[in-house]
């Protein structure tokens, strides 16, 4: 039996996916909340974070992450 595999970091693909946005300006959004969690530039955003800035919600996020 396979193990599912879940991560808590998101990436900008993922974003593109999530918001149909680009992937530069997914990469922006990244930035955005690297600053305003005053995270350094090599520090991971976890999805968490991604949700609590873009006021989605985690369950209509992970099935597009991992579906």
Do not use: H, W
């Not at 991560?7 to 999530?18: H, N, S």
């Not at 995270?39 to 800035?53: A, G, H, P, S």
């Amino acid at each position: 039996m396979k193990a599912i595999t879940k991560r808590i970091c998101i990436y900008p693909k993922d974003i593109e996916r999530i918001t149909g946005k680009s992937y530069r300006q997914s990469t922006r959004i990244l930035k955005a909340i690297r600053k305003s969690n005053n995270k350094l530039d090599n520090e991971f955003v976890t999805i968490e974070e991604f949700c609590q800035y873009t006021g989605l919600k985690i369950e209509q996020v992970e099935p597009l992450i991992f579906g």
